[in-house]
Nanobody, 125 residues
């Protein structure tokens, strides 16, 4: 049974930082591209960033480039999202997701088979 469990969300003031973690179990972590998505109230879920299974590439949405950093520790089966210079518009539920490597031909926002339950990030102005 695959599980992705996010943690680290919370309330932070604009300009502050948060670090999200996503611990994976039940899958061969190193064979999966890991992504972070977010969904704000009344909006669709959008990709924020991804880190390829091979470690060779990352993707960032334009809205977070230069502020957010994704990293992964295959020994700990964990992916992280360091979020700096947070803005009120970053407020959303953040989800991690796993995509098997055979789907790496797809654009970065597609092909995820497994999802976490989400963690709330609220940025106050």
């Amino acid at each position: 049974q695959v599980q992705l469990v996010e943690s680290g969300g919370g309330l932070v003031q604009a300009g502050g930082s948060l670090r999200l973690s996503c611990a994976a179990s039940g899958l061969t972590f190193s064979s999966y591209t890991m992504g972070w998505f977010r969904q704000a109230p009344g909006k669709e879920r959008d990709i924020v960033t991804s880190y390829s299974w091979s470690g060779g590439s990352t993707y960032y949405a334009d809205s977070v480039k230069g502020r957010f950093t994704i990293s992964r520790d295959n020994a700990k089966n964990t992916v992280y999202l360091q979020m700096n210079s947070l803005k009120p518009e970053d407020t959303a539920v953040y989800y991690c997701a796993a995509r098997p490597r055979h789907k790496n031909v797809l654009p970065p926002q597609y092909g995820y088979d497994y999802w976490g339950q989400g963690t709330q990030v609220t940025v106050s102005s």
